[in-house]
T-cell receptor, first 115, second 112 residues
């Protein structure tokens, strides 16, 4: 029973189009993240949110915009898609604060292919 | 600057052990975690350490030296199925809040 749901699992998009990657977590965590992993490459931190506020942004391009409509949602909007955006995008969450268990839980990822 | 460094590859033999090293540099260290990641799957949490010393968790043990910016993950009694990538992740408290930064991962290959 997955606690972090990412939709869709696979996504094929045309260059120049716009897509939204969905993420919902049911762990009651107060912090959510997006990571990107290209084929055979390391996990790359993109964003962190805490209590629906952007805490850290390591993505240079404004084409990537996180959206948090509810505290357990953190979607990722990507505009003007490029082939280099092809990767698996992982949503993750954790409970932050004093004494909290800091394990980061990951969703199963959305594999995006831009053609 | 800030970063997490790991060797790319490591090979070992079934029944023996493997030590995966990690060095890090961060301004607001707030703990270090180890994750296992199999090809095409999400990382899975293994261990978290924040104090110096060795933490024995059976098949996996972790060591931390904060003054040296160094940690290792020790896998004992290796099995073929331990072949995977092992990621070191440092929790950094910056001005913008907490951020977990992952190393590039060490691909462990366990041979018969």
């Amino acid at each position: 029973d997955p606690k972090i749901i990412q939709k869709p699992k696979y996504l094929v998009a045309v260059t120049g189009s716009e897509k939204i990657l969905i993420c919902e977590q049911y762990l009651g965590h107060n912090a959510m993240y997006w990571y990107r992993q290209s084929a055979k490459k390391p996990l790359e931190f993109m964003f962190s949110y805490s209590y629906q506020k952007l805490m850290d942004n390591q993505t240079a391009s404004s084409r990537f915009q996180p959206q948090s409509s509810k505290k357990n949602h953190l979607d990722l909007q990507i505009t003007a898609l490029k082939p280099d955006d092809s990767a698996t995008y992982f949503c993750a969450s954790s409970q932050e604060g004093r004494g909290a268990n800091t394990e980061v839980f990951f969703g199963k990822g959305t594999r995006l292919t831009v053609v | 600057g800030q970063g997490v460094e790991q060797p790319d590859n490591l090979m070992s033999v079934e029944g023996t052990f493997a030590r995966v090293n990690c060095t890090y540099s961060t301004s607001g260290f707030n703990g270090l975690s180890w994750y296992q990641q199999r090809e095409g799957h999400a990382p899975v949490f293994l261990s978290y350490v924040v104090l110096d010393g060795l933490k024995d968790s059976g098949h996996f043990s972790t060591f931390l030296s904060r003054s040296n910016g160094y940690s290792y993950l020790l896998l004992t009694e290796l099995q073929i199925k331990d072949s995977a990538s092992y990621l070191c992740a440092v929790r950094d408290r910056g001005t913008g809040g907490y951020k977990v930064v992952f190393g590039s991962g060490t691909r462990l290959l366990v041979s018969p």
